[in-house]
C-alpha cells in the first residue's frame, strides 16, 4: 500500500510504501533530514511536525507533552500509516550545501602544477586518433588486429591492448562509420591499455572525475583529460547521511541485512550519478565522455561505495578488507560514467585513516619534504599524519562531526546564513555577528563555532572546562536556561533567517570542547611516538570541509591548534579532491599514492593510555597545563 507525503513549506510531494519512515519519506522527495544518532530516536535532531494525517511512532525520545500535542515527532522513528502533511522545520534540515570547492581552480593550482610536472602528465585513460588502413582482399586482418596494430604504432609503445567483449562489440560499425578513421578511449595503465570506447574520429576531448567521497559530503571535479583542467565542480551532501551523521551509524546500518548494504551503496552511488548528471548537463556532455574516475575517500566510505561489507572495521581489532583496491569497471558499480571506464579507488592505511588521507598526503606532498610537515584533516573525523621524506606515522582521532555542523543544535554547513564570526561585548554581552552571504544568521558554521567557544570563554560566559556562568555580571538576557539546556543567544528570532533564536547550548560547548580536544590529543600523542616536541614542527598543513576558513588566533585560543608560529600554518582546503586530481592526471602520481599507503605507519591510539590522558587533560579551555600555550594569558 502507498500514501503521498507532503513536505511543508517546500510542497513537495512524494509517493512512499507503507511504513516508510519520515526521514526517508523526506531523502526521496529530496529533503535532507538531519540524523546525528542514524534512526536510534536519541538525538532528537530530525524533528518533523505531522500536520495532518495518521503516522505511527513508535519511539518519542525526550519529546515533551506540549511538543506531542503540537504534531511534533522523531522523523526517524515515525512512520507512514496515511497520506501526509509534514513539516520539516528549518533547524532539523540539513541545508542545501556549498561544498568546499576553491574558486581558483579552473585552472590548476600553481603548486599543483608543480607537482605535476615532477611526477609527469599521463592521465589514467586518454583518448587518441587512429587511422586504420582499409581491408582488402589481400590484406584480410581482422578489425581488431587492424586497430590495435595501428594504436600501438600512435602510441609508440609495446603496452599489451585489451579490448573487453562489449567495446569489441561496436568496433565493426564504428570502424565503418568512421571511414576507419576512429577516436579511441583508452585505460591507460602502467601495465596495459584497455580499449573502452570507439567511435568514428572527432575532435572532442576525454575527460575524467575527480571525486572525495566523505561521509557529510561528496565532492565532483570534472577535468579535461587532454590538458588537465578542471572545467566543472559540484558537491552535495552524501546521501548516507540520513543513516547517521559519522562511520560508526553507518556501519551499523549497513551490516544489518544484505539489503541495507545495498541501500547505503546505492545512496552514495545515487549521490555521486546526481552531481555527475548537473555537470553533464551544464557542460553539454554525456557519461560516455566520461571515461574514468578516482576515487578519494576513507575507508568506510570506499567500501560502502564497493559494496564490501564493513562490520569489521567497527570491530576491535579493527581490520578493513583491503587495504589497496583493484580498479574496476564502472558498469560494476553503476558510477554513470562509461561503463568500461575503469574506477580507481585510492589505498588506505588503516580501518581509520584512510584513502582520503593518502590523497591528502599526496597532494601536500609531504612524501618529499625535507621539513618535518604536521597534516591535520579535520572533518567528521580528525586524521593526523606526521613526517618527511623518510617516514611517516598517522593516526586518527574520533573528533566527531561539530566542525562540519554535526551534534550542534544550529550547526551548518559554511554557507549563506551560516554564523562564521562571532564579537561578545564582555561587559554587555552583546553580539555583533558576521555572517556569510550577509544574510539574516540561521546557524553556525565550525569556523564560527570555533570563533564562538573562544569570545564566550573571553566574555566570561564560560569557564575553563564550558560550564556556562549563569551569575554573569552582564544579567544578560541573552544567558537563559531553559528545560533542557543552558544557552547563549547569538541571534534573536526577528534578527534571524529562521524563526527562532539561533543560540549555542552548553551541550554544543561540550560537544566542541571534546572534539577540540581529540584532535590536540591526537597531535600530542602521535608526536609522543616519535620522540619529537611541538616545536620540532617545520610546518603545519589543514585540509578539510573548513580548512580555508579557520582563524588561527582562535584556534590557538581554544586549544584546538598547537601554540606555534602562526607563519607555519598553511590552509589546504580539500585535500581529498585535490590528491585525486594529481592522480587522474598522472600514472605516476597514482603509483607513488599506491606506495604511500605501504609507506605510512598507522598508529592505533587507543592502545595505552598516552590517548586518553591527553584527551582528558584537553578538555579546558586552552588546556589543562597552560605552559602549552605561552601566547594565551588568561
Ligand atoms: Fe532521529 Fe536521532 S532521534 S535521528
Redesign the pocket.
Known amino acids: 500500500m502507498k500514501y503521498n507525503v507532503t513536505f511543508m513549506p517546500d510542497n513537495q510531494v512524494v509517493e512512499v510504501e507503507k511504513g516508510t519512515s519520515l526521514i526517508k519519506a523526506a531523502s526521496q522527495a529530496g529533503i535532507f533530514i538531519k540524523?546525528?544518532?542514524?534512526?536510534?530516536?536519541?538525538?532528537?535532531?530530525?524533528k518533523v511536525v505531522v500536520l495532518e494525517g495518521e503516522a505511527q511512532t513508535d519511539r518519542t525520545?525526550n519529546l515533551t507533552p506540549e511538543q506531542l500535542s503540537r504534531g511534533v515527532r522523531?522523523?526517524?522513528?515515525t512512520f507512514v500509516e496515511d497520506n501526509l502533511t509534514v513539516e520539516v522545520p528549518p533547524e532539523s534540515r540539513l541545508q542545501d550545501h556549498q561544498v568546499l570547492l576553491e574558486n581558483n581552480s579552473s585552472l590548476l593550482r600553481e603548486s599543483s602544477k608543480d607537482l605535476l610536472s615532477h611526477y609527469g602528465f599521463h592521465p589514467l585513460a586518454r583518448k587518441v586518433q587512429v587511422s586504420c588502413s582499409e581491408p582488402s582482399l589481400t590484406d584480410n586482418a581482422s578489425d581488431w588486429a587492424r586497430l590495435s596494430l595501428e594504436i600501438k604504432r600512435t602510441l609508440q609503445s609495446e603496452k599489451p591492448i585489451k579490448i573487453p567483449l562489449s567495446v569489441m562489440q561496436t568496433l565493426p560499425e564504428a570502424l565503418r562509420k568512421g571511414n576507419w578513421n576512429l577516436s579511441v578511449t583508452l585505460s591507460d595503465l602502467e601495465s596495459e591499455y584497455t580499449v573502452i570506447r570507439v567511435e568514428p574520429a572527432n575532435s572532442k576531448p576525454a575527460f575524467g572525475l575527480a571525486i572525495d567521497i566523505g561521509t557529510t559530503t561528496v565532492v565532483v571535479y570534472l577535468v579535461n583529460l587532454d590538458n588537465g583542467e578542471v572545467i566543472d565542480k559540484q558537491g552535495a551532501y552524501n546521501k548516507q547521511a540520513h543513516f547517521g551523521d559519522d562511520v560508526i551509524s553507518r556501519i551499523v546500518y549497513a551490516v544489518e541485512s544484505e539489503e541495507s548494504l545495498k541501500e547505503m551503496q546505492n545512496a552514495v552511488v545515487e549521490s555521486l550519478n546526481a552531481l555527475i548528471g548537473d555537470i553533464l548537463k551544464r557542460q553539454n556532455l554525456e557519461s560516455s565522455d566520461l571515461a574514468t574516475a578516482v576515487i578519494s575517500a576513507n575507508t568506510t566510505m570506499a567500501q560502502l561505495f564497493l559494496g564490501i561489507d564493513p562490520r569489521y572495521i567497527r570491530l576491535e581489532p579493527y581490520i578493513p578488507t583491503a587495504n589497496w583496491i583493484p580498479s574496476v569497471p564502472a558498469k560494476e558499480i553503476g558510477l554513470n560514467i562509461l561503463p568500461e571506464g575503469l574506477i580507481h579507488t585510492f589505498p588506505s592505511v588503516a580501518s581509520y585513516v584512510g584513502g582520503d588521507i593518502v590523497s591528502g598526503t599526496l597532494a601536500t606532498d609531504i612524501a618529499n619534504s625535507e621539513e618535518i610537515v604536521l597534516f591535520i584533516d579535520i572533518g567528521t573525523n580528525g586524521e593526523i599524519v606526521l613526517g618527511n621524506q623518510d617516514w611517516l606515522v598517522s593516526c586518527a582521532c574520533s573528533a566527531g562531526p561539530c566542525f562540519e555542523g554535526g551534534g550542534i543544535l544550529f550547526g551548518m554547513r559554511a554557507m549563506p546564513g551560516a554564523i562564521e564570526r562571532v564579537v561578545i561585548d564582555p561587559e554587555t554581552l552583546d553580539v555583533s555577528l558576521k555572517v556569510i552571504g550577509r544574510v539574516p544568521p540561521v546557524g553556525i558554521c565550525g569556523s564560527g563555532l570555533v570563533d564562538c567557544l573562544a569570545k564566550l570563554r573571553e566574555a566570561g560566559v564560560i569557564d575553563r572546562a564550558g560550564n556556562f556562568q549563569m551569575g554573569h555580571p552582564s544579567q544578560s538576557d541573552r544567558l537563559r536556561a531553559t528545560d533542557e539546556d543552558k544557552e547563549f543567544v547569538l541571534s534573536w528570532a526577528h534578527q534571524s533567517g529562521g524563526d527562532k533564536d539561533v543560540v549555542i547550548t552548553e551541550n554544543d560547548v561540550k560537544n566542541l570542547i571534546r572534539a577540540k580536544g581529540a584532535i590536540y590529543a591526537g597531535i600530542r600523542s602521535l608526536l609522543q611516538t616519535v620522540a619529537m616536541e611541538m616545536e620540532m614542527i617545520d610546518r603545519i598543513i589543514i585540509g578539510g570541509g573548513f580548512g580555508n576558513y579557520l582563524n588561527v588566533h582562535e584556534s590557538v585560543r581554544i586549544g584546538l591548534l598547537p601554540d606555534l608560529p602562526h607563519d607555519k600554518f598553511e590552509f589546504f582546503g580539500n585535500s581529498s579532491v585535490k590528491g585525486a586530481h594529481l592522480a587522474l592526471l598522472s600514472r605516476k602520481a597514482w603509483k607513488e599514492a599506491e606506495e604511500l599507503g605501504r609507506k605510512m605507519t598507522y598508529i592505533e591510539l587507543s592502545i595505552g593510555n598516552t590517548f586518553m590522558d591527553e584527551f582528558v587533560s584537553a578538555l579546558f579551555l586552552p588546556h589543562t597545563d597552560l605552559t602549552l600555550f605561552p601566547s594565551i594569558k588568561e
Open positions: 540524523s546525528s544518532c542514524g534512526g536510534k530516536g536519541t538525538c532528537g535532531a530530525c525520545g522523531l522523523g526517524c522513528r
